[in-house]
């Protein structure tokens, strides 16, 4: 396989050095910077990592009381282990908080940028090098996804590891580069679920375009396979198991009992519209309009204003497409196969343009625009350098300002804001004997036991009282406690209440909307949550009569 | 080929100077002052009263506005896919072409060396008239091709 070379002369090296250096400290910036406050809220799925691991760290067990499980779940949902578990040590040296919840995604993120600026460089030479840094440092699901706790994102960063060590395998025929390759291809799995799915196209693709430097070093290769299949059996026998298919079949378009859009039963072939269905979702991930200016359908999973790249990168993405329609090498097959593989999960599903279950498509797409920079600088010389540059600055400005304002401010309530202060006016009011909260949209068990330590134990305990280990991955029903020491969580029927005052109520605005408190006979709020919008998030009230 | 390229790009031009003059392209729609307001008090609320009120204003909303609409139209599930899962809110998605001439087309993109501004001043400025020719010029050129690299 013939790869560029990054920077051959000892002043390029130093060169390159520098802006790498500085590509990491400005993208770990751009992922740090106030990551336990911005985004202002702490996301359900979030607090589940985030706890689930620091009770890994004081107990060994997670919140069903297992100990060490291969996989874990909250709230009827399974995830991955490895976010989980290389938070464990975070957890131990932070404590339990949101900073240290994001922490391993915003580092992940950070990596990843370096690695997709080594991918470009390794493939185009320093300048495509250098253009892949850049790209990864400002585009806006590169920033987004690093400032939540995302193990897809994690993902996403061993994805890009294994492409890596593997283009140097091919580069230099090492077998340690493919050990190394193999390595990541697992921790990559058991990161995401995307990626158990991507990861062995990828690499079967990967190892039959290169099977005869496989063959020279079969030895190596064997031993790898079978020490892959020993680490990768804990997953598989998962897959069979309700905990590694429940989430899948879920959201699967053929489990959902819906028939594709457009059918009258009669009147038009079932199988072409489903099939018309499942290449639509497809093609979703590649259309200019989702990519450039829509974003994820979902507003929890995107920026306001802001879609997955800036509008601007569509110039170069066509160029990099245009450049390299006919790949030279092995590498460059390997990108389109990356590309066209990535949306295969999220396809799986119903939901269009899913940017998370997708998120492996947006790196390669990054390599694309990368790729068509590293031509324009070709072709334009330094005044082309200088026009993107500034306009990668002003983009990245705006994106920044406006993630870091608007979207904080408007779309605080797709981030489950609000529940730390709850816990904490729950705290400041001992004379109330019980509390009662009531909140459908969210798994508010969850966020009692990331925000409110005194919860923690007695749930602990109750939830070892209902949970069967024998089928705690193969019933996937719903498991958890909804009333333990003095807190309920439930729908209050306000109705029926304790008008003794010496029960507080915690309503989510949705359950008790604008105004109709006033209607509530007695009902005194003792504090209400707001939204940075000034839009009411909680409101907190007893009642007596 | 190149005279019934520039012929259906100028006609496209023409009509659509004709019809909705420049202000098209530049007016700042209805739609941009709700947006505008509403992020505003947002940011007012979140106490941001200086320079970040700047960040929502209705220049931008109107460049977003028209960069939307351009996109939606750039979209395949436009052309391809009636019923597809993002259709354009309050418009009837029809299928415009044949899910089986998408390969044909892609190939034809193989030919917008040298040709693309025509096809992107067709994609942009008229319409579905305007997108339908488009469409036809690129199964054109996938047919040359196809044409071509059988003989």
Known sequence: ?????????????????????????????????????????????????????????????????????????????????????????????????????????????????????????????????????????????????????F??????????????????FVKNKKPAWMVLSGLFSILAMYSYQAERLVVPVWGLVAIWLVRKIIWENRKTALISVIAGIILLVPLLKLTLSPAGYFRATGVSIWKQNRPPPGWVEGKNNFWYLRIRQVLALYLAYYSPRNLFFDNDYNKQRAAENYSVFYAWMMIPLAIGVWSLRKPKNNGEKLLWVWLLAGPLPATATADPFHTYRALLVFPVIGLFISRGLGVIWEKLGKLGILVTTLIALVSVAGFWLDYATITQAVRANEWDYGYKRVFEVVRSHPEIDRWVIDDPTTAAYVQTLMFAPEYRVGYAREIGKIVNKNNYYSDPQVLRVFAWDNLEIRTISWYNIDTTGKTGYVAHSSRLVDGELQTIPGAQLIEQINYPSGKAAFRILNVVR | MKFIVRAIFFTELSVFLGFFGYKVIFQIPPEAAPRVIEQRLALKAAGYTGGQLLLTNKYLESYRYHLGKILRKADFGYYFFANHPREIPGEVNKQIFPIALLPVMILGLGQIHGNWGYLLGCLVLAGDLGRFSAGWILVVWGVKRLICAKY
């Open chain 1, 151 to 168: 193990e897809g994102n994690l993902g996403v960063m061993f994805f890009s590891i294994m492409v890596l060590s593997w283009f140097n």
């Open chain 1, 1 to 149: 396989m013939d790869f560029g070379s990054l920077g051959s002369q000892k002043t390029d090296m130093r060169k390159i050095l520098i802006i790498f250096i500085l590509g990491l400290i400005v993208g770990g910036g751009f992922r740090f910077y106030r990551l336990g406050s911005i985004p202002g809220g702490f996301f359900r799925d979030e607090a589940a990592l985030a706890y689930n691991a620091y009770r890994i760290w004081t107990t060994g067990t997670d919140e069903y009381g297992i100990s060490y499980p291969p996989v874990f779940r909250s709230f009827e949902v399974f995830f991955l282990p490895t976010y989980v578990y290389l938070s464990v040590p975070v957890m131990g040296l932070l404590g339990l908080n949101e900073f240290s919840g994001r922490l391993i995604s915003a580092l992940a993120g950070t990596i990843t940028v370096v690695v997709l600026g080594l991918i470009a460089g390794k493939l185009w030479g320093k300048k495509a090098g250098i253009a892949g840094l850049v790209v990864a440092v400002i585009s806006p699901w590169a920033i987004y996804y690093s400032r939540g706790a």
